[in-house]
């Protein structure tokens, strides 16, 4: 049975390994799947709720597709597009925004995260970006939106605009389903925090080779000495060599960890060497397309050609209901 996927990516450069192992790796087995309509939406018009430079953000788009492209995701067989080609997007955002309820955004838990202490000087988009998200996703009956546990609460949110339009008008929209990777680990950063771009402790596999050996050789470590032996499971190092390499690789890299003799430069050593070998088809190809931009260009033309049918043919349903 065909299903309708839809997922959107925020373009905000320097995608990670933290953004592989977590999202990207998913979106390129569910293009994979023929029972699946994956629509891959990168968002722009949620990137301006903070203050953008226009020639980066377009940077940051053709990085983000050139990404998807690179890893796997087919754009003859998916839709991907740049959400601010398609004006529908902002038009049924604010037709949906005349059912939400001002308590359910109230509600929302990253909006007070990232407003902070004075929220009163936060933007309105700020505010209601949960609603463009709900007609992001309802603009193409999306029945299921792979997510991380950060945003289910919209993803709830936008089930239950979804289920008040239909209450007020009838049955129009599809309410959609969360598909969460529950088996999806922690991807540590070079701090051993969770990655993350605003703590500047990423792992770029896009880099050149000496800029990403670079990255892993800032890994934090403690301060045993060479001949002590370590324990790979507290380490940093080796929690990342876990989530790419194979069984018998990390268990040969147990044993190293365990025998002494054996330093974190080593293992930084290791796990560079094994992020080159693991991704070289997809830095090679992902080199490429930024150095060919024209192809990238035309795949998001390409894709926005058919996410505006498919968003007009859902616009239109809403447009006929409330009497346009």
């Not at 799947?33 to 953000?57: E, G």
């Not at 009956?141 to 546990?149: L, Q, R, S, T």
């Not at 024209?294 to 505006?308: H, T, V």
Request: hydrophobic fraction near 35%; charged fraction near 30%.
């Amino acid at each position: 049975m065909n299903k309708k996927i839809f997922s959107g990516v925020q373009p905000t450069g320097n995608l990670h390994l933290g953004n592989y192992l977590g999202a990207i790796k998913n979106f390129v087995e569910l293009n994979k799947n023929s029972d699946n309509s994956c629509i891959f939406c990168v968002v722009d018009l949620h990137a301006i709720t903070v203050k953008q430079d226009p020639k980066k953000l377009k940077k940051n788009i053709r990085e983000t597709v050139a990404t998807f492209v690179a890893s796997g995701i087919d754009p003859k067989k998916s839709i991907i597009f740049n959400q601010s080609r398609v004006s529908a997007h902002a038009e049924l955002a604010w037709i949906l925004s005349c059912v939400a309820r001002m308590g359910w955004l109230n509600r929302m838990t990253q909006f007070k995260e990232k407003a902070g202490k004075d929220k009163e000087k936060a933007s309105i988009g700020l505010y209601s970006y949960p609603v463009l998200m709900a007609a992001d996703i309802l603009l193409y009956d999306a029945e299921i939106v792979p997510v991380g546990k950060d945003q289910l609460q919209h993803l709830e949110m936008s089930r239950d605009v979804a289920n008040r339009f239909n209450t007020v008008v009838g049955e129009t929209l599809i309410p959609p389903k969360a598909k969460i990777q529950e088996e999806t680990k922690l991807v540590p950063g070079t701090d051993g925090e969770k990655m993350s771009k605003s703590r500047n402790n990423i792992i770029n596999i896009f880099l050149s080779d000496k800029k990403l050996r670079k990255q892993v050789m800032s890994i934090k470590t403690d301060s045993k000495s060479l001949e002590d032996s370590k324990n790979p499971d507290t380490d940093t190092i080796f929690a990342l060599y876990k989530l790419i390499a194979s069984k018998s690789e990390i268990a040969e890299m147990r044993i190293k960890y365990e025998g002494g003799n054996y330093g974190y430069g080593h293992a930084k050593q290791e796990l560079y060497e094994l992020i080159i070998d693991k991704y070289a088809i997809i830095r090679e190809r992902y080199s490429y397309f930024m150095e060919n931009k024209n192809e990238i260009d035309k795949a998001l033309e390409i894709g926005a050609l058919k996410a505006r049918k498919v968003a007009g043919n859902v616009l239109k349903r809403v447009r006929t209901k409330i009497g346009y």
